[in-house]
């Protein structure tokens, strides 16, 4: 077997945050990989993740991470407005990098980054993770053999429930401008996957809107102004022919979760979960000729990770890892990549503008 590939983490705090639930389980359990390095703000919890997770080397500048030479790849799992910078400074450096999504703040960083990344020739992901999901894949392939047929429509809804109330290091969301909300990365998520398995929109209408305008800070006992969308109702086109809806939002209490309906002129396919696609546990049902819906099994083909990976947030997280490893031992692109990341970018941007204008916004 040949020698794994030495990753570096950034943004690898065990308190709290989207690596220490996902990136570094699902690392320390990929064979293609070595958590060689992590990387936090300070060298105390770099150390105390490095311990945690058994990394050979721990830092609190990623720039002196990207110039180790045992660094050959790197993991960018931050805020969303703190992906630009090391991104860039990865691919200059000539790594590796996968980068979370949404991959830049705006359209125009998600562009720049994509740009260089095909320049400088490295392998690059996006942390589309739905892409990866062994049901989705399946359900995938099961619309490409006809199972439904023609599509004809399709409805897919994610409804959380958000709390009013949270500490004052979680209400920076509360700014649309810092690109991390409801809009970008629940919708973003959600409407990705049925894009993945259905094909992309021609012509989209929406309404983009912020129903809770105040969020409470807990240890500060103060409201604070809230910008950021909460509810996206988006209907359309697919450029297949068949049309489509979705409802995205962080509502207060007893939200539904995840669903997603395909309904085809010879059958009906549904994928369901308490999650969100991009996490592991979505339950695929289907109806041929029928009314009654059964539940499909997922082939083991679609697994491509070990037994050990863990369940939850890390596994479909692993699912990205083995494609990010094979890309790059084989030289090939790794799908999501950052192009891709900016084709949901720009479907977003067409999104709110729709939604912006009141009319319909034909998608390119």
């Known amino acids: 077997m040949a020698d794994p590939i030495r990753l570096g983490i950034i943004g690898a705090n065990i308190h709290r945050g989207w690596a220490v639930r996902s990136h ?41 991470m990207l110039e180790h030479p045992d660094i050959d790849a790197v993991a960018v799992s931050l805020r969303v407005p703190a992906h630009y910078e090391p991104t860039v400074a990865a691919l200059n450096a000539g790594k590796h990098v996968y980068t979370e999504w949404p991959l830049g703040r705006t359209t125009a960083e998600a562009q720049e980054m994509a740009d260089l990344a095909r320049a400088r020739g490295v392998r690059n992901m996006v942390g589309l993770q739905s892409r990866a999901n062994p049901a989705l894949l399946h359900l995938k392939d099961l619309i490409a053999s006809g199972y439904v047929g023609e599509v004809m429509s399709c409805h897919v809804s994610r409804i959380a429930g958000g709390v009013l109330a949270r500490q004052s290091d979680r209400t920076w969301q509360r700014d649309r401008e810092l690109g991390a909300n409801t809009l970008t990365i629940s919708c973003g998520h959600t409407i990705d996957a049925l894009r993945f398995v259905v094909g992309d929109f021609s012509q989209v209408s929406s309404v983009v809107s912020t129903q809770a305008k105040e969020w409470f800070e807990t240890d500060t006992s103060q409201m604070v102004d809230v910008t950021a969308p909460d509810n996206i109702l988006v209907s359309g086109r697919l450029a297949g022919g068949g049309v489509a809806s979705a409802h995205i939002a962080s509502n207060p209490w007893a939200g539904s979760g995840y669903r997603m309906e395909i309904y085809g002129r010879d059958g009906t396919l549904v994928a369901s979960s308490d999650e969100s696609p991009n996490h592991d546990g979505v339950r695929l049902q289907g109806a041929q000729g029928g009314d009654h819906l059964e539940d499909l099994a997922i082939p083991a083909r679609y697994t491509y990770v070990l037994e050990g990976m863990p369940r939850g947030a890390a596994y479909n997280v692993g699912q990205m890892y083995y494609e ?15 192009d891709e990341a900016v084709r949901l970018h720009r479907f977003i941007d067409r999104i709110q503008e729709a939604s912006d204008s009141g009319r319909a916004v034909a998608v390119a």
């Open 24 to 64: 570094l389980p699902a690392v320390v359990a990929s064979p293609e990989f070595e958590l060689t390095a992590v990387c936090t703000t300070r060298l105390e919890s770099a150390e105390e993740s490095r311990r945690k997770f058994g990394a050979r080397l721990a830092f609190d500048d990623y720039r002196k």
């Open 324 to 338: 990010f490893g094979r890309g790059i031992r084989e030289g090939n692109a790794s799908q999501p990549d950052f």
